[in-house]
T-cell receptor, first 111, second 117 residues
Framework: GESVGLHLPTLSVQEGDNSIINCAYS??????FIWYKQESGKGPQFIID?????DKRQGQRVTVLLNKTVKHLSLQIAATQPGDSAVYFC??????????FGEGTQLTVNP | GAVVSQHPSWVICKSGTSVKIECRSL??????MFWYRQFPKQSLMLMAT?????????EQGVEKDKFLINHASLTLSTLTVTSAHPEDSSFYIC?????????????FGPGTRLTVL
């Protein structure tokens, strides 16, 4: 069935390093993807999105890459800061307006 | 912009009682709202999709008579957990889709922590 998954459940980086969080999706018909950040006890916060007609999109300190050939999505965070510590979810728009979420990656930034 | 609020932020209730959770879009009109449930260290699971003025569409395995959803206006949706039991304890999160710009993006509320004793 449709699924969105992540390769690594946890990621630990040093402050100032770049972080890369990966996501695999299985529905080749998906045309819209979103990355969310969720801090403990809070709702998901929109970070960046990308449509399937693009392969790269940049925001402030974040870049999303989309490789439709291998159905892979990644989130790159530049100069990672302690405040970036959170769980990161990728989400895929499947049928209609529904979003299917991946399992999440816990990012820990060490000072 | 695109702010979604939820009330209450947490609630503790006795088994067998009903609890209502409100979700509001504060600065945009939400033609569609979504309700998710999240257990500790797990991902978000979609429970239902609600469109203003019509009945909600429930995901497979979600009891519509237990989780009552009302989307009476373009800025308010409510989720009522009826006859709550301890296994209903969870983090309930709503999201709203802006019917105008960026129509595919969902903006999430801060969540409601429900504990059923």
């Amino acid at each position: 069935g449709e699924s969105v998954g992540l390769h690594l459940p946890t990621l630990s980086v040093q402050e100032g390093d770049n972080s890369i969080i990966n996501c695999a999706y299985s529905n080749s018909a998906s045309d819209y993807f979103i990355w969310y950040k969720q801090e403990s006890g809070k709702g998901p916060q929109f970070i960046i999105d990308i449509r399937s007609n693009m392969d790269k999109r940049q925001g402030q300190r974040v870049t999303v890459l989309l490789n439709k050939t291998v159905k892979h999505l990644s989130l790159q965070i530049a100069a990672t800061q302690p405040g970036d510590s959170a769980v990161y979810f990728c989400a895929e728009k499947t049928s209609g307006s529904r979003l299917t979420f991946g399992e999440g990656t816990q990012l820990t930034v060490n000072p | 912009g695109a702010v979604v609020s939820q009330h209450p932020s947490w609630v503790i209730c006795k088994s067998g009682t009903s609890v209502k959770i409100e979700c509001r879009s504060l600065d945009f009109q939400a033609t569609t709202m979504f309700w998710y449930r999240q257990f500790p260290k797990q991902s978000l699971m979609l429970m239902a999709t609600s469109n203003e003025g019509s009945k909600a569409t429930y995901e497979q395995g979600v009891e519509k008579d237990k989780f009552l959803i009302n989307h009476a206006s373009l800025t308010l949706s409510t989720l009522t957990v009826t006859s709550a039991h301890p296994e209903d304890s969870s983090f309930y999160i709503c999201s709203a889709r802006d019917g105008g710009r960026a129509a595919d993006t969902q903006y999430f509320g801060p969540g409601t922590r429900l504990t059923v004793l």
